[in-house]
């Protein structure tokens, strides 16, 4: 499952971000994500320090989300390699759909049919590796 990034935008230290009042501890870079609870992502994966891969890094969610989108630090990334279109990965290859499922105590039969509307689905009969 990947999610657009939408916009990056600096942010102070001290800066108030999202519905609860998550505040930023450090200057930083938030990539705001086409990607949110109408997705269909369960409760469990915004509770568990929740990490998405954009170009080859782990980066931190923040505890914040709405309906629509949620806000990645990408911070600790070179700018150039997070620009508005950049995709995010929830899971796929690293997570894969497996591995990401029993982190949240879930079947992954369970999170695909979960997946919202809005989501465009891509099918693929053959991965590469594959037999």
Not at 38 to 59: H, M, S, V, Y
Not at 66 to 71: A, D, E, K, V, Y
């Amino acid at each position: 499952m990947l999610a657009p990034v939408l916009a990056v935008t600096p942010h102070p230290a001290g800066q108030v971000l999202g519905y609860s009042g998550f505040r930023l501890a450090r200057d930083s870079r938030i990539a705001s994500l086409a990607l949110g609870y109408a997705d269909g992502l369960p409760e469990a994966f915004w509770q568990n320090a929740p990490q998405l891969r954009i170009a080859g890094q782990n980066c931190p969610v923040l505890p914040d989300l709405s309906m629509m989108q949620c806000f990645v630090d990408v911070t600790d990334l070179p700018a150039a390699a997070v620009t508005p279109g950049t995709e995010a990965e929830v899971f796929g290859t690293a997570p894969d759909l497996n591995h990401f499922a029993a982190g949240l105590g879930l079947k992954p039969n369970y999170l695909l049919t979960q997946i919202g509307g809005l989501c465009h689905r891509r099918y693929v009969t053959h991965l590469p590796g594959d037999c």
